[in-house]
């Protein structure tokens, strides 16, 4: 008696090419649901004249720039700010960090206090301004020359209220001098030196104002 691979009238490889087949469909949803890098929520769709809502992608890293991992603790930490500032992204933050890190080492140095003032918070504009003030009155004159920010790192982050804070590490070659009036050292040295830095920038989420401030100093 010849034997039959069927149940019923359904052929049993029928059977097992659509559960085959309804497998790779759920583990396909699966792989494509997954929201990667710090992406913002979608848009809700308003109805009309939308464009497609394309997923994001993390940014390849840079050697010393990379940003934490979205399911670390500190990657969701920064997650908070994401979902509350429309403006915020990580990659970009790092990035202006360390213009404004250059910005505000050799406006220092200069005494350009035009320059420092709507980049710091104004405590510590009002400690550097002292420092300016002061140096200024025993005709010193100061020279910071960055020849190399090696990295620049996201160390912590925290969201309190509509107040945001982030850590940046910066390790750099520096040369900082102070001469006085004539010419001599008073502190400091010419010799390229590798220092390390916390700054810690801070940013009200509703401010329309993108620019995050200085807020506080630490050598590492």
Known sequence: MAVTNSLGSF?????????????????????????????????????????????????????????????????????????????????????????????????FAAGDRRSL?????????????????????????????IKAIISATIEESELVGDQAAIVVKFISDQINLTLDNAGNPVTGTDAVTELVDLWTFERNVKDRDPTWRLAATRTG
């Open 11 to 107: 052929p049993v490889a029928l059977i097992i090419f659509a559960g085959i087949a309804i497998f790779l469909v759920l583990r396909l949803r699966s792989i494509l649901g997954r929201r990667v890098g710090f992406e913002k929520p979608p848009l809700p769709q308003s109805g009309f004249g939308t464009a497609p809502i394309l997923e994001g992608r993390a940014l390849p890293a840079q050697p010393g720039r990379a940003v934490p991992d979205p399911r670390s603790a500190l990657g969701s930490r920064l997650m908070q700010i994401v979902n509350r500032d429309a403006q915020f992204d990580p990659p970009k933050f790092l990035t202006q960090a360390e213009a404004n890190f250059r910005l505000i080492v050799t406006s």
């Open 117 to 145: 003032k709507p980049l710091l918070t104004p405590s510590v504009y009002d400690a550097f301004e002292a420092a300016i003030a002061a140096r200024e009155t025993a005709g010193e004159k100061h020279r910071s020359d």
